[in-house]
């Protein structure tokens, strides 16, 4: 077999590694969204998605610690991960607002999940304090990668909790917000990545990330903006709540985010040495590669339908 049979082999079968990957979180996704949504087993809102953000933001949190130390920065073991996943799960702590004025108000609880997470990395490095032991280092690091992790998921958990009616939607209209921006983000990545593979020719970010084009960056956009049209006017009905500029803007923002977000993983990948962040997922990666692109892009989302 010559190298470019090789490599051609090797593409195919990442291609349905990807796939098969794919299907099964989509799967599991969807049955856990309509469990939440119809109050399955007589469950309040986001209890049945709640596992699925602790057990990726923890997820990423140790995927965070793991890839740091191949680079020799030293991060808490445990904060990271514990944290992120406090944060992430905070919001549900609240109550759902009582109207519009409430919107931000349950985003309240992260923010004390955040300063916990600070004073514990911090007492942590007090207690641990040695003669050049770069206590500092692993206080920062650890902070920066808990709250980069679990404070976006905290946006992402409040968008469920908005409160958002529709006849139309029926049950499914207070996920509406939060199946948004998934299906805004993930057709912008689907979009970029096969317009990318086969007219890509322009490099968006040669050094960072190879593979990126202009062709797949249009594609994205326009896949973010039309999925958003979809979502928020066909499947969201009369929803008595539209985020911030419409359906238009809301695909332009979250989708522009959605990229970004992969970029900024990238980043941390390429600056660490690392082609990815773990292998649990199969072809589709680790944790961190499930939910990059959403990472910048659930703040965006959710500061929308607060102020729609």
Same mark, same amino acid.
Request: hydrophobic share 60%; proline share 6%; aromatic share 6%.
């Given at each position: 077999?010559? *190298?470019?049979?090789?490599?051609?082999?090797?593409?195919?079968?990442?291609?349905?590694?990807?796939?098969?990957?794919?299907?099964?979180?989509?799967?599991?996704?969807?049955?856990?969204?309509?469990?939440?949504?119809?109050?399955?087993?007589?469950?309040?809102?986001?209890?049945?998605?709640?596992?699925?953000?602790?057990?990726?933001?923890?997820?990423?949190?140790?995927?965070?610690?793991?890839?740091?130390?191949?680079?020799?920065?030293?991060?808490?073991?445990?904060?990271?991960?514990?944290?992120?996943?406090?944060?992430?799960?905070?919001?549900?702590?609240?109550?759902?607002?009582?109207?519009?004025?409430?919107?931000?108000?349950?985003?309240? +609880?992260?923010?004390?999940?955040?300063?916990?997470?600070?004073?514990?990395?911090?007492?942590?490095?007090?207690?641990?304090?040695?003669?050049?032991?770069? *206590?500092?280092?692993?206080?920062?690091?650890?902070?920066?990668?808990?709250?980069?992790?679990?404070?976006?998921?905290?946006?992402?958990?409040?968008?469920?909790?908005?409160?958002? *009616?529709?006849?139309?939607?029926?049950?499914?209209?207070?996920?509406?917000?939060?199946?948004?921006?998934?299906?805004?983000?993930?057709?912008?990545?689907?979009?970029?990545?096969?317009?990318?593979?086969?007219?890509?020719?322009?490099?968006?970010? +040669?050094?960072?990330?190879?593979?990126?084009?202009?062709?797949?960056?249009?594609?994205?956009?326009?896949?973010?903006?039309?999925?958003?049209?979809?979502?928020? *006017?066909?499947?969201?009905?009369?929803?008595?709540?539209?985020?911030?500029?419409?359906?238009?803007?809301?695909?332009?923002?979250?989708?522009?985010?959605?990229?970004?977000?992969?970029?900024?993983?990238?980043?941390?990948?390429?600056?660490?040495?690392?082609?990815?962040?773990?292998?649990?997922?199969?072809?589709?990666?680790?944790?961190?590669?499930?939910?990059?692109?959403?990472?910048?892009?659930?703040?965006?989302?959710?500061?929308?339908?607060?102020?729609?």
């Amino acid at each position: 077999m010559n *190298e470019a049979s090789a490599s051609s082999s090797t593409s195919r079968s990442k291609l349905v590694s990807r796939l098969i990957a794919g299907i099964g979180v989509l799967a599991s996704f969807a049955a856990l969204t309509w469990a939440d949504a119809t109050g399955f087993g007589g469950a309040s809102p986001m209890a049945w998605l709640l596992p699925v953000v602790l057990v990726v933001a923890a997820g990423g949190g140790r995927e965070a610690v793991r890839l740091a130390a191949a680079a020799g920065i030293p991060l808490a073991p445990w904060l990271v991960p514990v944290g992120a996943a406090a944060i992430a799960a905070a919001p549900a702590l609240a109550r759902l607002p009582a109207g519009p004025a409430d919107r931000f108000a349950i985003l309240g +609880p992260a923010a004390v999940a955040c300063m916990g997470v600070i004073a514990a990395a911090f007492a942590s490095g007090v207690a641990r304090y040695t003669v050049g032991g770069r *206590e500092v280092v692993r206080a920062a690091g650890s902070i920066a990668a808990a709250v980069a992790i679990g404070l976006p998921f905290a946006f992402m958990v409040s968008l469920r909790l908005l409160p958002s *009616e529709s006849t139309a939607a029926g049950p499914f209209a207070g996920l509406v917000p939060l199946i948004s921006l998934i299906a805004v983000v993930k057709a912008g990545d689907i979009a970029a990545y096969a317009i990318g593979s086969l007219v890509g020719r322009h490099r968006m970010a +040669p050094l960072l990330s190879p593979g990126k084009t202009w062709e797949g960056a249009a594609a994205s956009i326009a896949a973010s903006v039309a999925m958003a049209w979809l979502v928020i *006017e066909q499947g969201g009905g009369d929803l008595t709540a539209r985020p911030l500029g419409g359906w238009l803007i809301y695909g332009l923002l979250v989708g522009m985010a959605g990229m970004m977000g992969d970029l900024a993983e990238s980043l941390v990948k390429r600056d660490l040495a690392a082609k990815d962040s773990g292998s649990i997922l199969g072809g589709m990666g680790g944790f961190l590669d499930l939910a990059d692109s959403l990472l910048l892009a659930g703040p965006v989302a959710w500061l929308l339908w607060a102020l729609g």
